[in-house]
């Protein structure tokens, strides 16, 4: 398979380290949105793109646009999501995006799903607390992973909605954002009543279990249509 990596800071090259790993050729490497004539000339099957919320709207725009399935992992992007998905349903595209592409960390997600669905009959009595922790160069805060956690919380109806600030209300979710060197990214969801405390916790020892899992993505879009996420890839 030929893998354009768009976006070519650490994670575009722990990304290319697993694809050569799992056989596959680097077709392109590109740190800005590549024109029409280098995506077209590259014969790339499918693109991986981990790039900058300011320029991923225009990056998985192109490769939609020219029939090229593209798998995402960038945050911060995400009010433009809907425009994405109307141009993937126009052109009959392949968009796959994933705020995490860890395969523990999605399996983490939907246990935190089981949990805050057993929970929500019982909200008032628990607070709901999501800590991340990630490395200085990350620029979203907060991450794009603890914003899909709280979602997922105030889906099941658990909360109404998240907050960054310490002062909250007993209906919002507190999202606590710290950012150290060298820490790949940890994430902490807790309940906690007046009687106990229940908290989960996933933590990244490095960029690859990241990069395993876009690789996964790119080798099952392959001959897809329509838009999907990390669920469909992984049955769960």
């Given at each position: 398979?030929?893998?354009?990596?768009?976006?070519y800071?650490?994670?575009?090259?722990?990304?290319?380290?697993?694809?050569?790993?799992?056989?596959?050729?680097?077709?392109?490497?590109?740190?800005?949105?590549?024109?029409?004539?280098?995506?077209?000339?590259?014969?790339?099957?499918?693109?991986?793109?981990?790039?900058?919320?300011?320029?991923a709207?225009?990056?998985i725009?192109?490769c939609?646009?020219?029939?090229?399935?593209i798998?995402?992992?960038?945050?911060?992007w995400?009010?433009?999501?809907?425009?994405?998905?109307?141009i993937?349903?126009?052109?009959?595209?392949?968009?796959?995006?994933a705020s995490?592409?860890?395969?523990?960390?999605?399996i983490?997600?939907?246990?935190?799903?089981?949990?805050?669905?057993?929970l929500?009959l019982y909200?008032?009595?628990?607070?709901?607390?999501?800590?991340?922790?990630?490395?200085?160069?990350?620029?979203?805060?907060?991450s794009?992973t603890?914003?899909?956690?709280?979602?997922?919380?105030?889906?099941n109806?658990?909360?109404?909605?998240?907050?960054l600030?310490?002062?909250?209300?007993?209906?919002?979710?507190l999202?606590?954002s710290?950012r150290?060197?060298?820490?790949?990214?940890?994430?902490?969801?807790?309940?906690?009543?007046?009687?106990?405390?229940?908290?989960?916790?996933?933590?990244a020892h490095?960029?690859?279990?990241?990069?395993?899992?876009?690789v996964?993505?790119?080798e099952?879009i392959?001959?897809?249509?329509?838009?999907?996420?990390?669920?469909?890839?992984?049955?769960?």
């Open positions: 398979m030929n893998i354009a990596i768009i976006g800071g650490k994670m575009g090259k722990s990304v290319e380290k697993i694809a050569q790993i799992r056989n596959h050729k680097i077709s392109l490497c590109h740190d800005e949105t590549p024109s029409i004539n280098l995506l077209k000339n590259s014969n790339s099957d499918v693109a991986i793109e981990f790039s900058q919320p300011h320029s709207f225009n990056n725009k192109i939609i646009e020219n029939n090229i399935p798998v995402s992992g960038t945050t911060g995400l009010k433009k999501f809907e425009i994405i998905k109307e993937c349903k126009e052109k009959n595209g392949s968009f796959l995006y995490n592409f860890s395969i523990g960390m999605n983490f997600f939907e246990i935190n799903k089981k949990l805050s669905k057993l929500h909200s008032r009595d628990y607070e709901v607390t999501i800590e991340e922790i990630h490395h200085k160069e990350k620029i979203d805060i907060p794009g603890a914003i899909s956690l709280a979602k997922d919380i105030v889906n109806k658990m909360k109404k909605t998240w907050s600030y310490e002062k909250k209300t007993k209906n919002q979710i999202i606590l710290k150290f060197n060298n820490i790949p990214g940890i994430h902490i969801v807790k309940y906690e009543s007046k009687i106990e405390e229940i908290k989960i916790k996933h933590k490095n960029r690859e279990g990241f990069a395993l899992g876009a996964i993505a790119a099952w392959q001959n897809k249509k329509g838009i999907f996420s990390m669920k469909e890839v992984l049955g769960i």
